[in-house]
């Protein structure tokens, strides 16, 4: 695909140049600054200066003027100009010979040394090896030999100072530091001078076409290759850049990065370096001499010359761009980081890509423009101020200038096509949502997220309620009107409170849960405003909405006391007090909250515990005295829980309860504990066993109110249970009096160890057979038979312990202890004044009342060993 590079531009005209001399040709030509060198057939050098002049619509033109012109008398063609601006010499190769001229005044200057003699083509070192600034460096070819000679050209003088021979006759040379490359008849060759290394190249057939070498960077070189083929070889002789397809009849080259300049019989193509691709083709009849100069390409006929003035890479790049060629608009901005300063290329680079991400949002391309916005740095409002009502209205961001694309809006760029207007919204929600955690959106924080919330709520996506659950930097004043208008009222709620307005959140909330507003959004809202408030540190908040969340439903609604955070470190701890007036009216969330204070947080309050137990009478009387009555499933349970409470707790006001149910027949069991705790264990016992004849409830009181207590208290209790069981006052007679001796004998047999087998004997009746107390007397046969075993153990073991000490006493009595009024005690340190003293092991004396002090102080007195001693 095209691109103008270049515009071809008159520089020296025929006129001017030859004027009526029809004959006269230009040879060669050689350009330094403003002053353009030619060379004619006639032997004439004419020295022009060429002036550049811009419009006021930005054109170029440039204006020749002749400032001198010499006859160099060899009437021969002048063949090659090369300048030397540091010597202020002109290189003149005529005739094969080289002179030099003074290039103010084309005057021959003499120079000492060896003379340039049968050249057949020559060039100079632009990379030259030896570092005098005032010296050139020439690669000359011998028209008579098959060398190449590198001479130094010096003000006054010129040197030989190498000679290589080649394989073949040169035709043509480039030269670079130590490097030759060479034409040679029937193949290109690099060679270097110094080391004599070389390598072939490729081969060609001077006799079909003009061999061009062109040097276009340090030790690379650009060949005419067979095949139209312009190909690039580096000193290694390795190609480092895909070759150029260019014309078989190419005649020249030239090289203005990153473009190849190539001339043939009627065309100047230029191709680029980077992809290889012909981007421009001129019409050139007559074209002769196509060359190079410090980056201007001039470009002459056989009668007049001109100037290939190279457009401006940005120039280009923006043809390009505007043309939608992305990829070849970026590769060019990147060929052209050599050419420009780097801070100016960094930010033409970035404003490159933001264009071309730009171009490929347009086409629909999001991947590309994605990575062209990212690597671009894009300020990520200029993606959003496409998109109508997304900026926040407080929002002073303005488009760049100029304008980094050619859409007005979403709607200009879509063209009323709604299928890509979703495709472009989906897009930017993709993209915002990677921004806002990365540094692209620094200092735009408040328009990207409030940008994205609006694309959320429009969309209905699921990622609204994350954004507004974490941190984010939403507007309230742009996104609440936005929320509403999109009936987002629990977002909106969850907008409030991250901007710390957690009323108007739960406001928000409580006209969704009522009806007032539709949002669909969760369908368990109450239970999370019943959540919210349980964890909110006001508790003005809370007592405002608690009585609504308990007349909605008591179960869930306390929640909001009995799952609140307790601790010193909890702020907005309502006092219990204060809970329980609130839930007055509300008697299942009472017993609830009641019931966490009591059971779960283990509150040490009378009042706490008095006012469940009373709950759970008063439900249980409730449930009994229901008309039909209540079913066992609900019975059962509630007077469980009032049973276990009236065990566990020891805080309740137990006369308080027992006057509540003391009328009630069917609350016996629970009068039963209720005695129990006022230490009326035979009323209890005998609620127990002549009201309910519940045997096990009775054995089961014995083990519950005994526990916790000595053996002894527990033997007692039991005794007196089996005292009712064998209640002599009961005649046999009487309807079941037998349930109550089978109960004793089983009370006997599976508590026998508890029981004091001698006194149970005494109270049994006399009439009692030996087999039904069999289980009891084999058990306390063997308790008493245990017992006597252990004593006997433990007799035993004492004697052991009291034979050992004996043991070390006869130790300690066979070798003597010296005591005398001149050795003191080691626990008293006095002096002894008798010779009665305790030995302590070791063989250590003290007096005796320091050991028994000693054995008052310790619980050991095992170490100490009586001896009376004699000096």
Not at 106 to 113: K, N
Not at 281 to 301: C, M, N, P, W, Y
Request: aromatic share 8%.
């Amino acid at each position: 695909m095209s691109v103008k590079a270049f515009e071809l531009v008159p520089a020296v005209e025929r006129e001017l140049l030859m004027g009526d001399k029809q004959r006269i040709n230009i040879e060669c030509i050689e350009c330094c600054g403003k002053h353009l060198y030619v060379g004619t057939n006639d032997c004439f050098i004419h020295h022009f200066l060429l002036e550049e002049h811009t419009s006021s619509k930005g054109k170029l033109t440039y204006v020749a003027q002749k400032l001198l012109h010499k006859y160099l008398g060899l009437k021969k063609p002048v063949a090659e100009l090369r300048a030397a601006s540091a010597l202020e010499r002109l290189i003149v190769l005529c005739d094969a010979t080289i002179t030099v001229v003074d290039m103010v005044t084309l005057e021959p200057v003499p120079l000492g040394g060896a003379k340039i003699r049968a050249v057949a083509a020559f060039c100079v070192n632009e990379n030259p090896v030896n570092g005098d600034p005032f010296c050139v460096e020439l690669g000359v070819i011998s028209a008579k030999r098959r060398t190449v000679q590198i001479y130094m050209v010096y003000e006054d003088k010129v040197q030989l100072v190498k000679e290589v021979t080649t394989p073949e006759q040169p035709c043509a040379v480039s030269l670079d530091g130590y490097f030759l490359c060479l034409a040679l008849s029937s193949q290109y060759m690099i060679l270097n001078y110094s080391t004599g290394a070389s390598q072939d190249l490729f081969p060609y057939d001077s006799e079909e076409r003009k061999p061009i070498i062109k040097r276009i960077d340090r030790e690379e070189f650009l060949l005419a290759a067979p095949g139209g083929l312009g190909m690039f070889a580096n000193a290694e002789g390795i190609s480092q850049r895909a070759p150029v397809n260019w014309s078989e009849s190419v005649i020249g080259a030239a090289v203005c990065f990153p473009y190849v300049v190539a001339l043939d019989e009627g065309f100047v193509t230029v191709h680029s370096m980077l992809d290889q691709q012909l981007k421009q083709t001129l019409s050139f009849r007559d074209g002769h001499i196509l060359q190079d100069f410090e980056g201007k390409v001039i470009l002459a006929s056989t009668k007049a010359v001109y100037v290939l003035v190279p457009l401006p890479l940005e120039r280009q790049i923006q043809d390009l761009l505007a043309s939608h060629r992305v990829e070849e608009a970026l590769t060019l901005t990147e060929g052209a980081r050599r050419n420009i300063p780097k801070d100016r290329f960094q930010i033409l680079h970035k404003r490159i890509l933001q264009q071309a991400g730009f171009i490929q949002f347009g086409q629909l391309q999001f991947l590309e423009a994605k990575e062209h916005f990212r690597n671009g740095q894009l300020d990520v409002r200029e993606l959003i101020s496409l998109y109508p009502l997304l900026m926040p209205s407080t929002s002073s961001f303005t488009r760049c200038h100029p304008p980094l694309h050619e859409f007005a809006d979403l709607n200009h760029l879509a063209q009323g096509d709604q299928e890509k207007v979703q495709l472009c919204k989906r897009f930017l929600i993709s993209y915002l949502g990677e921004v806002r955690s990365t540094e692209g959106a620094n200092g735009c924080g408040e328009d990207v997220d409030t940008a994205l919330l609006k694309l959320y709520a429009e969309q209905d996506h699921t990622s609204l309620l994350d954004l507004l659950a974490s941190d984010n930097a939403c507007l309230l004043t742009d996104s609440a009107p936005w929320l509403e208008k999109h009936h987002k009222y629990f977002a909106l709620g969850l907008l409030y409170r991250y901007n710390g307005q957690d009323s108007a959140a739960v406001q928000m909330w409580v006209r969704v849960v009522n009806g007032d507003l539709q949002d669909s959004t969760r369908s368990d809202l109450y239970e999370y405003i019943v959540d919210f408030l349980t964890f909110c540190p006001s508790l003005d908040l809370v007592w405002k909405y608690a009585d609504w969340a308990l007349q909605r439903d008591q179960t869930i609604g306390v929640q909001i006391f009995t799952k609140r955070p307790v601790g010193k470190e909890q702020p907005g701890q309502p006092d219990p007090d204060d809970v329980i007036a609130c839930l007055q009216k509300h008697s299942r969330a009472l017993l609830l909250y009641l019931e966490q204070l009591v059971l779960e947080r283990r509150i040490q309050k009378e009042k706490f515990h008095t006012h469940l137990a009373v709950l759970y009478v008063e439900r249980v009387l409730a449930l009994l005295s229901q008309a039909p009555p209540a079913p066992q499933e609900q019975v059962g349970p509630a007077r469980d829980k009032l049973q276990l409470l009236l065990r566990e707790s020891s805080l309740y006001r137990v006369q308080l309860l027992l006057g509540k149910i003391q009328d009630s027949e069917q609350l016996l069991l629970e009068r039963a504990t209720l005695h129990g705790k006022l230490e009326e264990h035979d009323k209890a016992l005998h609620i127990l066993v002549h009201q309910l004849k519940d045997f096990p409830s009775a054995e089961a009181y014995c083990v519950w109110a005994s526990s916790s207590r000595d053996p002894a208290y527990r033997q007692r209790l039991f005794h007196l249970l089996l005292g009712v069981y064998l209640n002599q006052d009961l005649p046999p007679a009487v309807p079941g009096a037998g349930q109550l001796e089978m109960a004793a004998v089983d009370l006997l047999n599976r508590y026998g160890e508890v029981f004091d087998a001698v006194r149970v004997l005494s109270m049994l009746p006399e009439g009692w057979s030996l087999q039904l107390l069999k289980p009891f007397l084999g058990r306390a046969v063997r308790a008493s038979m245990h017992a006597c075993r252990t004593s006997q153990v433990a007799l035993g073991l004492a004697r052991s312990e009291n034979l050992q000490l004996q043991h070390d006493r006869l130790k300690q009595r066979r070798s003597p202890v010296l005591v005398s009024d001149k050795k003191g005690c080691h626990l008293c340190h006095n002096t002894f004044n008798e010779p009665d003293c305790v030995c302590l092991p070791g063989g250590v004396p003290v007096h005796t009342q320091c050991a028994a002090q000693r054995v008052r102080d310790s619980p050991t007195k095992r170490q100490l060993t009586n001896s009376s001693n004699h000096t």
